[in-house]
């Protein structure tokens, strides 16, 4: 029975010290040992979560900012107001009141105005390049934006020369071409 608890010791300190979720480290400590606390509440353990992370993502965006002072980091204003029941559902599997595919819709329902999709747009993929809390870059970009379409689109375009010589005189993709919808073909403006 000693070499069991022992094990069980050596695994709940191995479990910690190498990064396991507090619930976990929470649910193996309780099984094995008597008189361990209980976590706080939910809603406390989401409100110091939240206040960390907003601390963490602020300095972060304070460093990318100070790093290249024409960029602009971006928050999600209901995260940032700490609104996180607008999409989150702690009783759902997701943890999201949508699946993945359609939270975003909830708030943003006519970002798709044109019959020209951009497929990530057209299934709900939002997250592809958007960050969903903050991000350094503006419009929660999870690159800048003059890179975002590069780590999707790497196939030689149509107009290659032209595309060239746009790129070349500094100008985006997206100075021409909507990133979620448009009403012409390839989605230019």
Same mark, same amino acid.
């Given at each position: 029975?000693?070499?069991?608890?022992?094990?069980?010791?050596?695994?709940?300190?191995?479990?910690?010290?190498?990064?396991?979720?507090?619930?976990?480290?929470?649910?193996?400590?309780?099984?094995?040992?008597?008189?361990?606390?209980?976590?706080?509440?939910?809603?406390?353990?989401?409100?110091?979560?939240?206040?960390?992370?907003?601390?963490?993502?602020?300095?972060?965006?304070? $460093?990318?900012?100070?790093?290249?002072?024409?960029?602009?980091?971006?928050?999600?204003?209901?995260?940032?107001?700490?609104?996180?029941?607008?999409?989150?559902?702690?009783?759902?599997?997701?943890?999201?009141?949508?699946?993945?595919?359609?939270?975003?819709?909830?708030?943003?329902?006519?970002?798709? $105005?044109?019959?020209?999709?951009?497929?990530?747009?057209?299934?709900?993929?939002?997250?592809?390049?958007?960050?969903?809390?903050?991000?350094?870059?503006?419009?929660?970009?999870?690159?800048?934006?003059?890179?975002?379409?590069?780590?999707?689109?790497?196939?030689?375009?149509?107009?290659?020369?032209?595309?060239?010589?746009?790129?070349?005189?500094?100008?985006?993709?997206?100075?021409?071409?909507?990133?979620?919808?448009?009403?012409?073909?390839?989605?230019? $403006?």
């Amino acid at each position: 029975m000693g070499t069991i608890r022992l094990f069980i010791f050596i695994a709940c300190i191995a479990c910690t010290v190498s990064g396991c979720d507090p619930l976990t480290v929470h649910k193996v400590t309780s099984t094995i040992f008597d008189g361990v606390p209980d976590l706080p509440p939910a809603d406390q353990y989401c409100q110091d979560f939240h206040q960390n992370k907003v601390k963490e993502d602020q300095e972060a965006a304070s $460093k990318m900012a100070a790093a290249n002072s024409k960029q602009q980091s971006s928050i999600h204003p209901p995260y940032a107001e700490k609104r996180c029941d607008g999409c989150h559902d702690k009783s759902t599997a997701s943890g999201l009141i949508k699946p993945r595919n359609e939270i975003c819709f909830v708030c943003h329902p006519t970002i798709i $105005k044109s019959p020209f999709v951009h497929g990530p747009a057209s299934v709900g993929s939002c997250l592809e390049c958007h960050d969903p809390h903050s991000s350094p870059y503006p419009s929660l970009l999870k690159t800048d934006k003059a890179l975002i379409c590069a780590t999707c689109h790497r196939e030689k375009r149509a107009a290659q020369a032209l595309h060239a010589r746009v790129a070349a005189r500094g100008l985006l993709c997206t100075d021409c071409h909507d990133p979620h919808a448009g009403a012409v073909q390839y989605f230019l $403006k």
